[in-house]
């Protein structure tokens, strides 16, 4: 199999430590060259990854012979870099939120499909066996009817100049990880309806740091909770007509976590499902390379569907 030749775009700590390493080492990609924003920060990239390192985003892209782009900037920055990359026929792997802005989030689609390039958002959890089997259970019904879900994900405040708490960059807890419960929501429910939405500004920050809404469905009522600034909290939890299924860690996990599913019965513990360890982001990197080969553009539908239920949660009113 020949290796697709890929760059990547922005070098922040979860590219460094969840990404390139894989990059770097899969059979499927020749990671050939990273971008960041600065000489000091290339040159040591440089010298850890011992890969080509650049500062000039257009130099990466043309100069390279890339087959596809990983980008993780700034939430604001996608949407320029998606054009540009669909501009040079490059399939596009990128970090959640995809688009700040639903028209735009459109155009790309639009034209990434009629290139027959893939614009794939890296929603790494839906990867994972864990939600597999969640998923499944769901669909079969195999515990009962489910009735209600809540879709939990919160994170104690980060330091007060990291970019999720810039505006203009596209921060804000919705963008980040209500994006996460909300992409559930499309994957657990059959055609949800947004019901309510709120969110949640702390005096004295520029962004949203909470919020919540709530989707109905011809099967089940989701509940969707996020947050900076509380305990840490990252959680689904399913109410069926005759049990209540616990998953613990349902979006961000370490590749040694077992993952289990717990199946409860009137406070009693029935059942404990062990998914095993898995590395959710190297099965979404092998997934990422199936779609290109197979030219899949379908997935670019999961990627405007993501943009089009958060522009309904950011702008619902009452």
Same mark, same amino acid.
């Given at each position: 199999?020949?290796?697709?030749?890929?760059?990547?775009?922005?070098?922040?700590?979860?590219?460094?430590?969840?990404?390139?390493?894989?990059?770097?080492?899969?059979?499927?990609?020749?990671?050939?060259?990273?971008?960041?924003?600065?000489?000091?920060?290339?040159?040591?990239?440089?010298?850890?990854?011992?890969?080509?390192?650049?500062?000039?985003?257009?130099?990466?892209?043309?100069?390279?012979?890339?087959?596809?782009?990983?980008?993780?900037?700034?939430?604001?920055?996608?949407?320029?870099? #998606?054009?540009?990359?669909?501009? /040079? @026929?490059?399939?596009? !792997?990128?970090?959640?939120? $995809?688009?700040?802005?639903?028209? %735009?989030?459109?155009?790309?689609?639009?034209?990434?499909?009629?290139?027959?390039?893939?614009?794939?958002?890296?929603?790494?959890?839906?990867?994972?066996?864990?939600?597999?089997?969640?998923?499944?259970?769901?669909?079969?019904?195999?515990?009962?009817?489910?009735?209600?879900?809540?879709?939990?994900?919160?994170?104690?405040?980060?330091?007060?100049?990291? #970019?999720?708490?810039?505006?203009? /960059? @596209?921060?804000?807890? !919705?963008?980040?990880?209500? $994006?996460?419960?909300?992409?559930? %929501?499309?994957?657990?429910?059959?055609?949800?309806?947004?019901?309510?939405?709120?969110?949640?500004?702390?005096?004295?920050?520029?962004?949203?740091?909470?919020?919540?809404?709530?989707?109905?469905?011809?099967?089940?009522?989701?509940?969707?909770?996020?947050?900076?600034?509380?305990?840490?909290?990252?959680?689904?939890?399913?109410?069926?007509?005759?049990?209540?299924?616990?998953?613990?860690?349902?979006?961000?996990?370490?590749?040694?976590?077992?993952?289990?599913?717990?199946?409860?019965?009137?406070?009693?513990?029935?059942?404990?499902?062990?998914?095993?360890?898995?590395?959710?982001?190297?099965?979404?990197?092998?997934?990422?390379?199936?779609?290109?080969?197979?030219?899949?553009?379908?997935?670019?539908?999961?990627?405007?569907?993501?943009?089009?239920?958060?522009?309904?949660?950011?702008?619902?009113?009452?």
């Amino acid at each position: 199999m020949t290796k697709l030749k890929i760059g990547i775009l922005g070098s922040g700590s979860h590219a460094v430590t969840n990404i390139i390493p894989i990059l770097i080492n899969s059979p499927e990609f020749d990671a050939v060259a990273i971008q960041t924003r600065t000489p000091d920060r290339a040159e040591e990239l440089q010298k850890k990854f011992n890969i080509r390192c650049v500062t000039d985003e257009d130099l990466l892209l043309t100069n390279f012979g890339i087959d596809a782009v990983y980008i993780s900037s700034p939430n604001y920055v996608h949407h320029r870099q #998606i054009k540009k990359a669909i501009s /040079l @026929g490059k399939h596009i !792997l990128v970090e959640k939120s $995809a688009f700040c802005n639903l028209e %735009v989030a459109r155009v790309a689609v639009r034209n990434a499909t009629g290139k027959n390039l893939i614009l794939h958002e890296a929603f790494m959890y839906r990867y994972h066996k864990q939600f597999e089997i969640l998923v499944k259970i769901i669909q079969e019904r195999t515990y009962g009817k489910p009735r209600f879900i809540d879709i939990d994900f919160g994170i104690p405040h980060l330091q007060s100049n990291n #970019i999720r708490y810039d505006k203009a /960059l @596209g921060g804000g807890a !919705l963008n980040d990880v209500g $994006a996460y419960t909300v992409s559930a %929501v499309n994957f657990l429910l059959t055609a949800p309806v947004l019901k309510y939405a709120k969110s949640i500004n702390e005096s004295g920050l520029q962004v949203d740091t909470s919020g919540y809404a709530i989707f109905d469905s011809k099967n089940a009522v989701a509940t969707c909770k996020w947050a900076f600034g509380l305990s840490y909290k990252n959680t689904i939890k399913i109410w069926t007509d005759d049990h209540l299924i616990e998953v613990e860690r349902a979006f961000s996990k370490p590749e040694s976590f077992n993952a289990p599913i717990r199946i409860l019965k009137n406070g009693e513990l029935k059942e404990e499902i062990h998914c095993g360890p898995h590395n959710h982001f190297k099965t979404m990197l092998s997934s990422f390379s199936r779609y290109i080969r197979t030219k899949e553009t379908a997935v670019n539908l999961l990627t405007l569907k993501q943009a089009e239920t958060l522009e309904r949660v950011r702008n619902y009113e009452c």
